[in-house]
């Protein structure tokens, strides 16, 4: 290789190198900003991504509404946003993380509701349940009555069902007793795990049977079903 051949193989590496660190991403810096807006019939969206200083958009009754956590907030304490071009929730509290938004008429007034819910932090992950009532022109954030039944120590798994929220969950037994373990799979079996128990349940281990209740607006009541 020539002088000058050296000299164009080393202005070709460094130019590559240059323009190769132009558009590594790592080197940017972005801003968080709203999610583009979903579109098309949507059940359920989560809101795992939903964190301190991001937020994310979707469509309801016609509207798009934009679900935020503030900066400089804690993941499992702190609040949310819920905002649109006529409406604002506030700085609304929460006791967790925001994991799902659901989508039915569960007011039963013709028109389309979100429910949002939120999951605490630790062992128990007890579900919070808000209602983001569509108005004929507006929206009305409704936060449902804490639950608490015999049993109950968490882990809900919320839908909606038949056009009602319905809360799903585990129950735990605190006695020390020989029973048959509600929670017991085919496949415990492989990890040793029999069929009953003998020991107060721990909150990671609950053998009662599942237990289903349904939010009931007249009454503003969860109901067993």
Known sequence: MNFKSGVFFLAVVFIGTAVTLRRDPSRHTVTPGPTPPLTGP??????SGVTPGRSLA????????????????????GSFHL??????????ERDGSLQRVLFGDVTADGTEDAVIVIQSG????????????????????????EFSAPGYMGHDRV??????????????????????????????????????????????TPSGANKVFRFDFASNSWIPI
Not at 58 to 77: D, N, Y
Not at 173 to 196: A, H, N, S, Y
Request: glycine share 8%; aromatic share 8%.
């Open 42 to 47: 949507i059940n359920e969206i989560g809101l």
């Open 58 to 77: 979707f469509p309801l009754a016609g509207h798009i509404i934009e679900i935020s956590v503030p900066a400089r907030e804690g993941h499992t304490f």
């Open 83 to 92: 905002t649109t071009e006529n409406y604002s929730s506030g700085a609304t």
């Open 122 to 145: 630790g062992s128990g992950s007890y579900a919070t349940v808000f209602v983001l009532e569509s108005m004929t022109t507006n929206f009305h954030l409704v936060q449902l009555p």
């Open 159 to 204: 839908s909606i069902r038949n056009g009602s929220v319905v809360r799903e969950f585990p129950t735990y037994v605190g006695k020390e007793k020989l029973r048959i373990d509600r929670q017991w799979k085919t496949k415990d079996t492989l990890q040793g795990k029999l069929p009953v128990r003998n020991q107060a349940d721990s909150n990671a």
